[in-house]
């Protein structure tokens, strides 16, 4: 009896174990990651990286910012890569975590404004300066009287 | 290279904790000194640190190196301080119960996998990258509330007031920040590997709390099939903290039942450091921390009669997630959550309304409950068994309840309880709960039924030890004396 149950439990934790350890080697001969880019990479799901790191070099931090989506169907989609869930929610949470701690609010209290996938010129603010993040993705300093 | 001192410094601060926690209660020499005592060092500094430093936060300690070094200085000079005061009987050397020849090979051989395992895990957490498509609401709110400490240096209610289930304790996100802190910037990259390394910390302390009472040729390969399940394994590296809740819960599971065996409060102690961590990271963790409170201190009267009223003490664990409530009050934000209303549990007409959710979260819950025992156990590659899965299932669990029961009728009373009592406070809020009651289930119920399947998994060897009278006998571990709490 204790040789069939242990001879069934080596066999399930030889199966299961299997997979991780095939996930482990993988691991340990695959390309290494820089930490910076572990931890932006990821992001590609929801967002261009291009884009979310640029906001951060532009945007102070201690500004306000808003994000305004467009149709959501940008060049990059295209690009090899993990399938993407582009949609203006998992957008703008990309944007709000990777660029605290700026502070996020709606876009009629903004100091900047990033335009994605959209024109500067829709959003119906006056701005300053326009920088391009990316493939039609821009920020913009708006004048607030 | 700062990153990687800092990750060190980050970890080696958690085991310091954990085993000056342990030699206050006098345990600490009970567990050897090598890796079982590491395992069990580490996870119980995570939670006591995690928890002192979630309360320092709420009292208005600022969160940076220097401030968690000092809270840790503060926990070891205490711990060793007050143990210097203290006589305590001396800690019972472990006696592991010798088997057969078959007995230990099986022992050896899940050993080498469940190592290999471990080993293979930890690789992949510390090359890999972390997963915001598998893990949305780590994106959603708990990264953003872990990087709004980091930034802030602590809890700013005007930062935490605008991420979503603001009325979530901020244990983890707090301890995600301390790796923040130490690591020098937002890296949430590092986490899987601090998550792994706290999963497998939890296997080895499992290990090293079942080493005195359950024969290592049943505990090695139970906890095998635990650490190489394909939900243990794929939850892993999560920064979420539905699977730290469950370690937590699981480990205080394992502690009580270890007291209603052995008759030595600091269980009871060690027992409470897990219920307060797990009810400072989520809310369920308040759910799942209460009525094991409740069912091990019921146990313990009918075990140790007045003697087992220092089981009382256990409550003050989910009492912990009161100054979380206090905190939020104090800054005016909402305290309960949005997808229910606690108070809806008390009026009748609200409820007979929405039977119809109760029945569908019961039978997605069993569903699910079975699938992840199925998938952990042997028995998982029959495939889908049907509508004789569920039956089989709890007639398998009666049963080894019911056998356990004979040998330790306190232990298997308080564990089958507690199953009950969790399905029934998680199948109450999806009876009380607002959102639509499929995509409520569909999203939810695999990260909270994860729970009560831990402790169910990591209970499987001292109930069969227990079933089986494979349980060492009081004299084999070295005590003498009236069973009665010291």
Redesign the interface.
């Given at each position: 009896m204790?040789?069939i149950?242990?001879g069934?439990?080596?066999?399930?934790?030889?199966?299961?174990?299997a997979?991780?350890?095939q996930?482990?080697?993988r691991?340990?001969v695959?390309p290494?990651?820089e930490?910076?880019n572990?931890?932006l990479?990821?992001?590609t799901?929801?967002a261009s990286t291009v884009a979310l790191s640029g906001a951060r070099d532009v945007i102070p931090r201690d500004a306000s910012y808003s994000v305004v989506a467009g149709t959501i169907k940008p060049p990059f989609s295209a690009l090899p890569g993990?399938s993407l869930?582009v949609n203006p929610t998992?957008l703008e949470?990309?944007f709000?975590?990777w660029l605290?701690?700026r502070?996020?609010v709606p876009l009629r209290q903004a100091q900047w404004v990033i335009a994605y996938d959209i024109s500067p010129d829709s959003l119906g603010v006056k701005y300053t300066d326009m920088v391009v993040l990316g493939p039609d993705a821009f920020a913009v300093k708006v004048v607030r009287r | 290279m700062r990153?990687a001192l800092g990750l060190a410094a980050n970890d080696v601060l958690f085991p310091v904790v954990g085993f000056a926690f342990l030699y206050l209660l006098g345990l600490a020499a009970s567990f050897g000194n090598g890796l079982r005592l590491l395992g069990l060092s580490y996870l119980t500094g995570w939670a006591l640190l995690g928890s002192a430093l979630s309360i320092g936060l709420m009292l208005g300690l600022p969160l940076t190196i220097l401030s968690v070094v000092a809270v840790a200085a503060v926990l070891v000079v205490g711990c060793v301080l007050v143990r210097r005061h203290r006589h305590a009987p001396p800690p019972a050397d472990p006696a592991p119960v010798a088997g057969?020849a078959?007995?230990r090979w099986?022992t050896r051989?899940?050993a080498a996998?469940?190592g290999?395992?471990v080993?293979?895990?930890?690789?992949?957490a510390?090359?890999?990258?972390?997963?915001?498509?598998s893990d949305?609401d780590a994106?959603?709110f708990w990264?953003?509330k872990a990087?709004?400490i980091y930034?802030?240096h602590g809890l700013d209610p005007q930062?935490w007031r605008?991420i979503a289930h603001l009325e979530y304790p901020p244990l983890m996100p707090a301890m995600t920040a301390v790796t923040f802190a130490f690591?020098g910037?937002?890296?949430?990259?590092?986490i899987p590997f601090q998550q792994a390394l706290l999963g497998a910390a939890f296997v080895v302390a499992a290990f090293a709390l079942l080493d005195r009472f359950v024969p290592r040729?049943l505990s090695i390969?139970?906890l095998?099939?635990l650490g190489?399940?394909?939900w243990f394994?794929a939850k892993l590296e999560s920064p979420m903290p539905d699977q730290t809740l469950a370690y937590l819960i699981a480990a205080a599971m394992l502690t009580s039942a270890i007291w209603l065996c052995e008759p030595r409060t600091a269980w009871l102690g060690l027992a409470l450091v897990f219920l307060a961590a797990a009810s400072l990271i989520k809310l369920e963790g308040v759910l799942f921390g209460t009525a094991l409170a409740v069912v091990v201190l019921g146990a313990g009267l009918a075990r140790y009669r007045r003697a087992g009223a220092r089981a009382g003490i256990l409550l003050l664990g989910p009492g912990a997630i009161l100054l979380w409530h206090a905190w939020l009050g104090w800054h005016g934000l909402r305290g309960s959550s949005p997808d229910y209303d606690l108070a809806k549990l008390a009026d009748p007409g609200f409820l007979e309304g929405r039977t119809a959710r109760l029945h569908y979260s019961l039978h997605a819950m069993a569903r699910a409950g079975n699938r992840l025992l199925l998938d952990a156990?042997?028995l998982?590659?029959l495939g889908p068994l049907g509508r004789v899965e569920t039956p089989a299932l709890i007639v398998g669990l009666c049963a080894l309840l019911f056998f356990a029961g004979r040998r330790a009728p306190a232990v298997a009373a308080a564990v089958g309880l507690w199953l009950v009592l969790a399905v029934a406070s998680l199948a109450a809020i999806y009876w009380i709960g607002y959102p639509p009651i499929i995509s409520y289930v569909q999203v939810t119920v695999r990260r909270v039924e994860e729970t009560p399947a831990m402790v169910t998994m990591t209970l499987l060897p001292l109930l069969l030890a227990l079933a089986l009278r494979a349980t060492p006998t009081s004299r084999q571990r070295g005590e003498s004396g009236p069973e009665a709490p010291d």
């Open positions: 204790v040789a149950v242990g069934l439990t080596i066999w399930t934790v030889a199966r299961h174990g997979t991780v350890v996930a482990g080697y691991s340990l695959g290494g990651h930490v910076t572990s931890d990479d990821p992001l799901y929801f993990p869930t998992s949470y990309a709000r975590l605290l701690p502070t996020y | 990153v057969s078959l007995n099986i051989i899940g996998l469940l290999v395992g080993l293979a895990a930890m690789i992949t510390a090359r890999g990258e972390w997963n915001p498509a949305y994106l959603w990264l953003p990087a709004t930034y802030a930062l605008v690591t910037g937002f890296h949430p990259s590092l040729w390969p139970a095998a099939l190489t399940a394909p394994w156990l042997p998982g590659g």
